[in-house]
């Protein structure tokens, strides 16, 4: 599968959200940052990234008030 993560994420953290099988910046729509974060090799760095580039497309993870 094609991804569009950030070029710029880290190779630990790009392995640990494809591990996971993300590779689509819409599939992190359906998860929390908390979630994402609890992925081994993801970071605050990681997640700032990650939300800039999912901001680039106007789109953001999902809201944990939204989680139920």
Do not use: C, W
């Amino acid at each position: 599968m094609e991804s569009d993560l950030p070029a710029e994420l880290a190779k630990p953290a790009r392995r640990a959200l494809e591990g996971a099988g993300y590779f689509r910046l819409m599939q992190l729509t359906n998860v929390t940052e908390a979630e994402v974060l609890q992925l081994h090799g993801m970071g605050p760095k990681a997640i700032a990234q990650l939300r800039n580039a999912l901001a680039s497309q106007n789109l953001t993870f999902a809201n944990d008030s939204n989680m139920q």
